[in-house]
């Protein structure tokens, strides 16, 4: 893909996140992993619905602007983590949108899995990590960790970042994070969601690794590691042990 043309996703990206509803002021960022190594970004302080084309800048892994005029967004730290962890990751998507912060600010954890298809795309659970201030190593090691664990990690107190091959799955996987946490939302006033059968988990997640979606760290498990069921049944455990 040419520069220009993830310019022009990256630019479709943040306008799709701000018409949402999913930014208010100047929240929110995005950036892409570029072939040789940089990363392409949407710049600070400008409304997610107002960026456009001249506005992004091209970054190295540090933060330092290479091409563009505008600044670089302050929680590059929080994509950078999870470019580390995951190689495969090529685009990071992060917003504040209401339901999945909600579920963010309220403690609220997403990770026990209550429908089939997030548990494809996603993983067996979204994770939130606590809170933590902006550019803590300890906090960003968390988000590093979790994100080798799902396609979508919540942080506490702050709100949703969602990854994956592409801006448009990245933005995709934002989405879905946001429609499960409403669903959640909305099953509370109905006495709460239950937790799928520990039984459809394995396949669902054996479907994931075929279809290519899995964290490389996923793969491994789900492939060599014959007891996962007991250790997907701990995690769930608990999950809602946490809750
Ligand atoms: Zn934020």
Not at 192 to 197: F, S, V
Not at 211 to 231: F, I, M, N, R
Request: net charge negative; hydrophobic share 45%.
């Amino acid at each position: 893909m040419t520069l220009e043309r993830l310019k022009a996703q990256l630019v479709a990206c943040s306008h799709k996140i701000a018409f949402r509803g999913w930014v208010a002021n100047h929240d929110g960022n995005l950036s892409a992993r570029l072939p040789d190594g940089r990363f392409l970004a949407t710049p600070t302080a400008v409304h997610k619905g107002d960026v456009d084309h001249t506005m992004l800048v091209v970054i190295d892994e540090s933060g330092a602007v290479l091409e563009g005029s505008r600044r670089i967004f302050s929680e590059w730290e929080l994509h950078r983590a999870i470019y580390r962890a995951r190689p495969d990751v090529q685009a990071v998507v992060h917003a504040h949108p209401p339901y999945a912060t909600a579920c963010a600010v309220a403690g609220f954890s997403l990770a026990v899995p209550v429908m089939v298809e997030p548990v494809v795309s996603l993983g067996v659970g979204i994770p939130s990590v606590p809170f933590f201030m902006p550019k803590s190593d300890h906090g960003l090691a968390t988000v590093a960790e979790a994100s080798t664990r799902a396609d979508a990690v919540i942080i506490e107190g702050h709100g949703p970042l969602a990854f994956g091959p592409s801006l448009e799955t990245a933005y995709l996987r934002m989405e879905l994070v946001e429609h499960q946490a409403k669903i959640q939302t909305i099953a509370r006033s109905l006495g709460g969601a239950r937790p799928l059968p520990e039984e459809a988990l394995q396949p669902l997640l054996d479907a994931r690794v075929k279809g290519g979606l899995a964290a490389p760290q996923e793969a491994k498990v789900v492939s060599s590691d014959p007891a996962l069921s007991t250790l997907i049944a701990r995690i769930v455990a608990e999950e809602i042990a946490g809750t």
